[in-house]
C-alpha cells in the first residue's frame, strides 16, 4: 500500500507510515502510540468476523438466556426482557443505557462493517460508503458487550442464594458474539480503512476519465 501521511491520535504529530508486512505495526515516534497494524487479507477477515458477530447476537436474542426457580415456580427469561425494568426512572435509564451499549450500537456497528467491507469488494463503492466508514469509527468506542455481560453475571450470581438458576443457550451465543466482535476489532484499522477508501475512490476516478 502507498505511503500517506497521518496524526497521531495521542500527541498529533504528522508522519508518513511506510509500507507494512503482515502483522507488522507503526508507532508514533514521539508517544509510542500504535498508528496501524497490518493484517493480510484484513478485508475478507473482518468481513467474515463482522457477519459472525451478527449471526449470534441474533442467536443469543432468540434462546432463553436465564431461567429461574423459586418456590416451585419456573419462570425463563430472553437477554432483552433479563435488562427490562421498568419499576422507575432510573433503572429505566440504565436499561435504555445496557440497551444501547450491548445490543443497538454494536448491531449498527457491525452492519456498517458489512457495508463498506462489500463496498470495497465491489468494482464502484456503494453510496455513502465514506459517511458509513465515519459512522463506524463514532461508534466502535461505544461497544461495551463484554462489560454488560460482565454486570449480568455477577448480579445473577448473587440471586443464585436466593433462587436455582440456570442459564440458557442465550449465553453461549452472547459469548461467541463477544469473542466474533473482538475479531472484527482486531481487522478494523482506521487508517488501513481509509487508505484503501482513497485508493477505490482513486481508481473510479480514474475509470471514470478513461470513459469519457
Ligand atoms: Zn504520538
Redesign the pocket.
Known amino acids: 500500500m502507498k505511503k500517506r501521511h497521518i496524526a497521531?491520535h495521542?500527541?498529533d504529530?504528522l508522519m508518513l507510515i511506510p509500507p507494512l508486512r503482515h502483522r507488522q505495526e507503526a508507532h508514533?515516534p514521539?508517544?509510542g502510540?500504535v498508528l496501524t497494524r497490518f493484517y493480510q487479507h484484513a478485508q475478507a477477515k473482518l468481513l467474515t468476523s463482522a457477519l459472525t458477530a451478527i449471526v449470534f447476537l441474533v442467536y443469543s436474542l432468540k434462546f432463553p438466556f436465564i431461567i429461574f426457580s423459586l418456590h416451585g415456580s419456573e419462570k425463563t427469561l430472553t437477554l432483552l426482557e433479563s435488562i427490562q425494568n421498568v419499576e422507575n426512572i432510573t433503572y429505566l435509564l440504565i436499561s435504555a443505557l445496557l440497551a444501547f451499549t450491548a445490543f443497538i450500537i454494536p448491531f449498527s456497528f457491525l452492519v456498517s462493517v458489512v457495508y463498506i467491507s462489500w463496498s470495497f469488494k465491489t468494482k464502484r463503492l456503494f453510496p455513502f460508503t465514506s459517511a458509513i466508514l465515519k459512522l463506524t469509527m463514532l461508534l466502535k468506542p461505544w461497544n461495551m458487550a463484554e462489560i454488560f455481560i460482565i454486570s449480568i453475571l455477577i448480579s445473577f450470581i448473587k440471586v443464585q442464594t436466593m433462587a436455582y438458576i440456570e442459564f440458557g443457550y442465550a449465553l453461549a451465543f452472547y459469548l461467541l458474539f463477544i469473542m466474533s466482535l473482538s475479531a472484527t476489532f482486531v481487522y478494523f484499522d482506521q487508517y488501513q480503512l481509509w487508505s484503501l477508501y482513497q485508493l477505490k475512490v482513486k481508481h473510479n476516478q480514474g475509470e471514470t476519465y478513461a470513459n469519457s
Open positions: 497521531c495521542d500527541c504529530l508514533c514521539r508517544c502510540y
